[in-house]
């Protein structure tokens, strides 16, 4: 094969789902992603290499192009606005971002939301035209109103059990998420050929809504 | 921000080393040779302009200019790039020079400081600007010298791919007919390469399905010259006929310059909107994950100087090409040492002078430590010179 395509995919969660998705398009990854200690793993057959990353780092691979190609949830991609082509959405790991509080929330005079993700949670409270003070938090995210941290939070939701569980409900959505076949600028025209035939191979594959 | 250490300098620009400056130089002699042989005649222009003339007119979003205010309170701004710069002088100082006009240039630009490694506050571009040319043939004329300055430059292996703005504005026009906010949708789209954002507004946007699959397969128009006839299927508005027709010219011009090879055809190279008015194209080189260089044609640019004209131009990332090319073939020049007396000096550097008038490179010094054990020939080569030459 003329091109060697570097891939980065996201280790943990979505990784069986790239794995699955990539098998219906009829490209065999040789190993289990989510179960290879490996950082990079060939596949010659394909003309591929893929590089095991942590999700968040996708892009950043991706926009560097030491991965030409890579798979990225649209969370991340809001989050971390990198310059890469998002070219097809692979309708995997489907979730949401939503604005998150108690049920009995009432606007308050200095709002609070405390979010993983601070750039997207600041971006939609700007377009609303609304000033909010954002919070970074990393994990447990649901305790932030609990305790009286921030009045709101912004997170992902993919069924709403962990919310309901904590006495929390929903009360905007900001977008749908679902995982994201990105390319490097150069990569996207370089390899413009192998770029495209992936992306219709997978484009064949891909769950319908 | 705690205070700085003393080794530390703002994110986002460099210091360059002996070696480094050597590569820097060379590319630069090439690429600037290269199109003084091409007619281009280099300029130079000052690093502070005012923001409301240069910094208002360059293609930089505001955002992203870096800017100060001089003692009288007036916003002065650290020059984005060079084609604004060249746009005010071509309509004041040279406004009696006929057109066409030819001029290159190499010079350091600045963008406000981003928290990232590899976007960068102070660069280098080299490029060229043609002024008062507003056909096919100039356009051309450009991406040939851009295809002959990356040669120049050393780079192997890349592609120029060329857009033209005016087949999009057309073809948006034609299949959303008075709404304005749904093209630039789609525009945006394009410019932040969210291909699925793209194809997600055309649903929302309740099109025929005709209308929405031609606007869809625009993501998929690259290629070669026969991409021409696919795009004009697509679209039978004026303004993108026009387009097709110009790129198909352009297309034939590149190749009788003998350069097509390195040329691909995409319509969702746009480069920004506001400022482009015609072709526009983007450079790639092979194991560099950053273009290398752009260009287009912006006709609406010198009207606001005040002597409007059409114009195309390019500029190679001369930074992204050094961190590409190996190092220059040419030997470093031979250093010799001249080491002295006080009671030779005289003689000495006499001598030193002959040999730097026959072009040679000569340091001298009063003493050397040399270490006992070593003849002349290994204590030139301890201190990093070819020869040493003592007058003691």
Known sequence: MAYLLKVAVPKGRIAKHVHRLFNEAGLTIPECLDETRKFVVPAPDLGMEFIVAKPADVPTYVEYGVADIGIAGKDVLMEENRHVYELLDLGIARCRFSVIGLPDWRPTLHPRVASKFPNVASQYFREKGQQVEVIKLNGNVELAPLIGLADRIVDLVETGNTIRENGLVELEVIADVTSRLIANRVSYRMKHEAVQRLCDQLQRAIPLV | ?392
């Open chain 2, 1 to 392: 921000m705690a205070k700085p250490k003393v080794f530390e300098k703002p994110t986002g620009v460099k210091d360059y080393l002996p070696e480094a400056v050597a590569k820097l130089r060379t590319i630069e002699r090439n690429v600037l040779d290269c199109m003084e042989r091409w007619g281009y005649r280099q300029i130079m222009t000052p690093t502070l302009e005012y923001y409301d003339t240069v910094g208002v007119a360059s293609s930089t979003s505001d955002e992203k200019l870096f800017k100060l205010l001089d003692k009288k309170g007036t916003t002065v701004v650290l020059r984005s790039d060079m084609t604004a710069p060249i746009a005010r002088v071509v309509a004041s100082l040279l406004k009696d020079h006929p057109l066409p006009l030819r001029l290159s240039y190499h010079s350091n630009v600045f963008r406000a400081f981003e928290d990232e490694a590899g976007r960068e506050a102070e660069f280098f571009q080299t490029g060229g600007e043609l002024v008062g040319d507003a056909t096919a043939d100039g356009d051309a004329e450009v991406v040939a010298l851009a295809i002959a300055a990356l040669k120049a430059a050393g780079v192997q292996s890349f592609k120029i791919a060329i857009g033209h703005v005016g087949f999009l504005h057309g073809l948006f026009e034609e299949a959303l007919p008075d709404r304005p906010d749904a093209q630039d949708a789609l525009k945006d789209r394009l410019l932040q390469r969210d291909h699925v954002g793209f194809r997600n507004a055309l649903r929302r946007f309740s099109l025929s399905e005709f209308d929405r699959d031609r606007l869809e397969s625009v993501l998929r128009l690259r290629g070669g010259r026969e991409i021409c006839e696919r795009a004009e299927r697509i679209a039978e508005h004026e303004k993108a006929r026009d387009a097709v027709r110009h790129l198909r010219e352009v297309w034939d011009a590149l190749c009788d310059y003998g350069v097509s090879g390195h040329v691909l055809l995409d319509l969702t190279v746009i480069g920004d909107f506001s400022y482009y008015t015609g072709m526009t194209f983007e450079g790639y080189a092979a194991d560099l994950g950053f273009p290398v260089c752009n260009g287009g044609r912006y006709d609406n640019l010198l009207r606001q100087f005040g002597r409007p004209a059409a114009a195309t131009g390019f500029a190679l990332k001369t930074n992204r090409i050094l961190e590409l090319v190996g190092e220059p073939t040419a030997l470093p020049p031979r250093r010799v040492l001249v080491a002295y007396s006080a009671r030779r000096r005289t003689e000495a550097l006499r001598h030193a002078a002959d040999m730097r008038s026959r072009g040679g490179t000569v340091v001298v010094t009063q003493r050397v430590d040399r270490d006992p054990n070593f003849g002349a020939a290994g204590c030139a080569a301890s201190l990093g010179y070819d020869d040493v030459i003592e007058f003691l």
